[in-house]
């Protein structure tokens, strides 16, 4: 049975944006249905392949999200709801931020057998 | 104040080792030993940059390593102990895991200028 927390992607290469993030402890509400919107206008956009992601208890969280080039990623970069909402994060939801945007070259995984 | 969650890493380009895994629900233990060993351990390999790292409570993680090159990564991959230890989180630990090697082309953050 295929665990739906792990992105299925084609073999790469292909583009990957990390997004590290440390939610505020005093942060504003609607986050949790900012980032849901997020997760579904993402799935809608040209070249997106997937993404994956984990926030712990500490608010500390990574999202990847794959894409097929470059081009994807500026065009979601653009995306006016996706701007809209990052200036939100900004303003509201977040102490700090990284990202680092990546070509991957190669994959690979494991999954158990009796799983 | 620096948020040591966050990797402090130099300019691009670097190299990515995005590591996602789900822990399984029937996990033997010393698994957190592990994890604290193979941090410090990682922290010692030569061409090592930072890491990061968020699992939540579902047992779904993300750990980001970071690297100066391809040959780095292949050193730690070959590691004995941390071989070892692989294979004991395809035993023990894990129901699936997936490895992306990536380069990083280019890297942003932004941080709350009050915090």
Redesign the interface.
Known sequence: MH?D???R?PE?PYY?V?F?S?R?GDAAGGYAEAATRMEELVATQPGFLGA???????G?????AYFDSEASIKAWREHAEHASTRQRG?EAW???????????????????AD?
């Open positions: 665990d927390r792990f992105a992607l790469p990957a990390i590290s440390r505020r994956e992601s984990a926030r712990d208890g500490e500390f969280g990574i999202t990847t900004r977040y102490s700090q931020y990284a990202v680092r945007v990546a070509k991957v070259e190669r994959a690979y995984g494991w999954e158990r799983a």
